[in-house]
């Protein structure tokens, strides 16, 4: 009988006994995928999205960041060239590409070359650009985009380029956490016309966006106005037409209300540096001035400024010592809706002094 149930290597019964467990493994795995994208809790990726999609509820999608580009040419008295927009434009290290975007609304700007134009006696040029993929990834600092992948015609250019402000409105894709989070909100508000229905229908249509609610305020009661800012202080038309749309979806019957761009309130702001031993001053007022800026414009709607919020920023920065004679808007006030006074503005970046 012993030799009926040889289990030794090579046996027939060793054989069967190893594709059972194989099969039995393989069904098991198989079973743990499936149950794992029935249920949206477990599911990642793509079975989010197709869960999700189902219920008419998508994922808030990434955004494309966008800034400026400063031209420089050396030989100014006498360069002449021309910018066609979709000219590649990399960082220093040569790892992002960012492409000049059309403004027909630029002084050097000529419809009939199909770009910008740039003459003799051209000190420099600023174009747009936009970067070549959406996300955050290509959010960058100030002076980083300086080398130029690709041709300028017109006799082609010699000097420097730089973005002499930082990049930072590219926003990535809702991860799978926030696209959960953002359908549980989007079912638990589906049946109500209350303040977080509205709140869940303006976060749903983009993701860097800044809004106040202001309720039974303007021309009667029963009036609401909501203040909506996407970081620039000017939001597009047709941004504030798709929040409409998407409020109106969950808004009462009887109830009115209108989508407005914020009340942009400019910062102006002056300050002195000086700098610890073994650092240049020349070499902090850049990132003092972006850390600045990135506090001021990414504040948003009904957000006051302090005055001494400016004044830590700046201190943080390594290789500052101290600051002196910080000034906003010539004073020493908070500037925006200081104690609740206006709650429509946005305070964005005006102009900034580091000397």
Do not use: C
């Not at 000097?159 to 359908?183: H, P």
Request: charge should be negative; charged fraction near 5%; aromatic fraction near 8%.
């Amino acid at each position: 009988m012993s030799g009926l149930v040889n289990f030794g290597l090579g046996q027939p019964l060793t054989a069967v006994s190893n594709m059972v467990a194989a099969a039995y493994e393989n069904l098991t795995s198989t079973a743990a995928q499936i149950l794992n994208v029935t249920r949206l809790s477990t599911s990642t990726g793509s079975d989010v999205d197709s869960f999700i999609n189902d219920f008419k509820y998508y994922r808030t999608a990434a955004i494309t960041a966008t800034g400026e580009v400063t031209f420089t040419p050396i030989n100014a008295a006498t360069a002449q060239f021309l910018i066609i927009p979709g000219l590649n434009l990399k960082t220093a290290d040569g790892t992002l590409t960012y492409i000049v975007a059309t403004d027909t609304g630029n002084a050097f700007w000529n419809a009939g070359l199909g770009g910008y134009n740039v003459t003799p006696g051209t000190a420099s040029i600023t174009v747009p650009i936009a970067a070549s993929a959406p996300g955050t990834a290509y959010n960058v600092q100030a002076n980083t985009i300086t080398l130029i992948s690709g041709t300028i015609s017109g006799g082609g250019f010699s000097g420097n380029i730089t973005n002499q402000v930082g990049i930072t409105n590219g926003v990535d894709a809702a991860s799978d956490a926030q696209a959960k989070t953002g359908f549980s909100q989007y079912l638990n508000t589906r049946s109500q016309a209350t303040l977080a229905a509205i709140d869940f229908a303006i976060t749903s249509v983009q993701s860097n966006l800044t809004y106040y609610v202001a309720v039974n305020t303007g021309y009667r009661l029963g009036f609401v106005q909501i203040y909506v800012d996407d970081g620039t202080g000017v939001p597009p038309s047709t941004l504030l037409t798709s929040i409409y749309n998407a409020v109106q979806a969950v808004f009462a019957p009887g109830i009115t209300f209108a989508v407005l761009p914020p009340v942009v309130v400019p910062a102006n702001v002056v300050l002195t540096i000086y700098a610890a031993n073994g650092y240049d001053k020349t070499t902090l007022t850049g990132p003092v001035a972006q850390a600045i800026t990135s506090l001021i414009n990414g504040l948003g709607v009904a957000v006051p400024l302090s005055y001494f919020q400016i004044a830590a920023v700046a201190q943080s920065i390594e290789g500052v010592s101290k600051i002196e004679g910080l000034t906003l808007n010539g004073s020493n006030s908070d500037i925006g809706n200081v104690n609740g006074s206006n709650p429509a503005a946005s305070v964005h970046v005006n102009s900034i002094a580091v000397n």
